[in-house]
């Protein structure tokens, strides 16, 4: 019967830092997105600028263009380090629902 609140207990902590992992892996998508968003402004206003008389400056657009695409893509490799955590964290409440059955039920034997 103890062997059964161990494993609760165990799923309970392994849940938890499931969630920690997944919120901070949240909170740098996030910030990746915001980065994202201010290049792509940033790009944006570089472009309103830009005369097509002046070819020093295509270089430069196109610089900014090459860290909004990178801003981009950090941004979905958060995502996905995000999604990845959620599956875990759906995996850990399936267990640790199932651990507490478990544990509920040994006290019936």
């Not at 494993?7 to 996030?30: A, H, T, W, Y």
């Not at 380090?81 to 544990?103: F, P, Q, T």
């Amino acid at each position: 019967m103890n062997n059964m609140f161990e494993k609760l207990s165990r799923e309970i902590q392994k849940l938890e830092i499931r969630f920690q992992d997944f919120i901070k892996n949240e909170e740098k998508f996030m910030t990746g997105l915001r980065n994202c968003l201010e290049k792509f402004k940033e790009l944006n206003n570089n472009l309103e600028k830009f005369s097509s008389s002046d070819s020093s400056k295509v270089e430069e657009l196109m610089e900014f263009r090459l860290e909004a695409a990178r801003a981009f893509n950090d941004a979905l490799i958060s995502e996905s380090r995000v999604e990845h955590d959620k599956s875990h964290l759906l995996e850990s409440y399936g267990a640790l629902i199932l651990a507490m059955e478990e544990a509920f039920y040994s006290l019936k034997t």
